[in-house]
């Protein structure tokens, strides 16, 4: 089946810093989401981006959808402690069921911040 | 509103038993979906539904079984419980299938086969 490509798998760092993920498809998306998992919860939805090159912030969040429709990237400005969790992409193919297609999940970055 | 409610949270099951997972949304939602989620992974698509009465396979759904008799509630069952089993369900739901409308995700239930 489809595959989403999510990098770093996982990411250490000192709060305050700025943090960057990404993730790629060989096909192309329609739609990218981007959710954060905290331990013992579902899936909470960040940010949702409906057109390629379309740049969408949610406070110190910025994701972007790449003009290919094939990549989609997370920014995290000044990481504060409760911004651990895991970060997980998205996509949504015609390809992959239903008319608007089912969702892909990325394998999701683990996000660790130290105080 | 109370939003997508999974139970049970937790469960162990034997090889071999059989149980339901309820979901239960009260958004009035057509969509609904179970995932399983394996250690390190992202979430894996079992069965959706696009409203009562129909539902319609996903990436992995051998072993596992749903109905939608009400636009409420999306019950999943395992009949034969296998140690591949062992993971994560999270359950979820969405207005329509417009690409604008993200999914509502319920917390999860942990299942663990032994």
């Known amino acids: 089946g489809q595959q989403l490509n999510q990098s770093p798998q996982s990411m250490f760092i000192q709060e305050g810093e700025d943090v960057s993920m990404n993730c790629t498809s060989s096909s192309i998306f329609n739609t990218w989401l981007w959710y954060k998992q905290e331990p013992g919860e579902g899936p909470v939805l960040l940010i949702a981006?409906?057109?390629?090159?379309e740049l969408t912030s949610n406070g110190r969040l910025t994701a972007q959808f790449g003009i290919t429709r094939k990549d989609s990237f997370l920014n995290i400005s000044a990481s504060i402690p409760s911004d651990v969790g895991i970060y997980f992409c998205?996509?949504?193919?015609?390809?992959?069921?239903?008319?608007?297609?089912?969702?892909?999940f990325g394998k999701g970055t683990k996000l660790s911040v130290k105080p | 509103n109370a939003g997508v409610t999974q139970t049970p949270k937790f469960r162990i099951l034997k090889i071999g038993q059989s149980m339901t997972l309820q979901c239960a949304q009260d958004?009035?939602?057509?969509?609904m979906y179970w995932y399983r989620q394996d250690p390190g992974m992202g979430l894996k698509l079992i069965y959706y539904?696009?409203?009562?009465?129909?539902?319609d396979k996903g990436e992995v759904p051998n072993g596992y079984n749903v109905s939608r008799s009400t636009t409420e509630d999306f019950p999943l069952r395992l009949e034969l419980a296998a140690p591949s089993q062992t993971s994560v369900y999270f359950c979820a739901s969405t207005k329509g299938d417009s690409r604008n409308q993200p999914q509502h995700f319920g917390d999860g239930t942990r299942l663990s086969i032994l």
């Open positions: 998205a996509g949504r193919s015609r390809n992959y069921g239903g008319s608007q297609g089912n969702l892909i």
């Open positions: 539904s696009v409203g009562a009465g129909i539902t």
């Open positions: 958004m009035n939602h057509n969509y």
């Open positions: 981006l409906y057109k390629a090159g």
